[in-house]
């Protein structure tokens, strides 16, 4: 089944990413925020940041007190159904295709609270937002 919302995802996903800021945008129970809109969210502490890049992506720099799922492990559905579905995320990659597709397969299995990062980790730095490595 985790499968299927792997390919299901892919299939709502864009080919290209957008790094086109917003403020907020909702597709489905996924909202899509500007990179500022996402430094508020980030500074809720309720608020779980997810980041779904490569272990080396990460250590290039990333958000404050994320989370790192590799979105390219053959578990990252299984890692991400363990996940509290009631809580608040934040998400992001490095330009939104990745994040995006988490999304979907967030929304699929019932995540009521999830917000992406329009642009990604790009869009975050060309705002001139903080790093962490």
């Known amino acids: 089944m985790l499968a299927a919302l792997m390919l299901a995802a892919n299939a709502c996903a864009s080919d290209s990413d957008s790094a ?8 489905g129970g996924i909202r899509i925020v500007s990179p500022e ?4 969210l980030q500074a809720d502490t309720d608020v779980v940041v997810l980041d779904v890049r490569t272990p080396e992506e990460f250590a290039e720099g990333h958000l404050d007190g994320a989370l790192m799922i590799d979105f390219y492990e ?3 559905a299984d890692r991400i159904a363990e996940l509290d579905p009631d809580a608040s995320y934040l998400i992001y990659c490095r330009s939104g295709n990745r994040s995006g597709q988490t999304g979907a397969i ?19 730095s060309d705002a001139g937002l ?3 490595r």
């Open 74 to 76: 053959s578990d990252f």
């Open 37 to 40: 809109d996402g430094a508020e």
């Open 20 to 27: 086109t800021a917003v403020s907020s945008v909702s597709t």
């Open 130 to 132: 903080p790093l962490t």
């Open 106 to 124: 967030m929304e699929t299995l019932g995540f009521g609270d999830v917000a992406n990062i329009d642009g990604g980790i790009v869009a975050w």
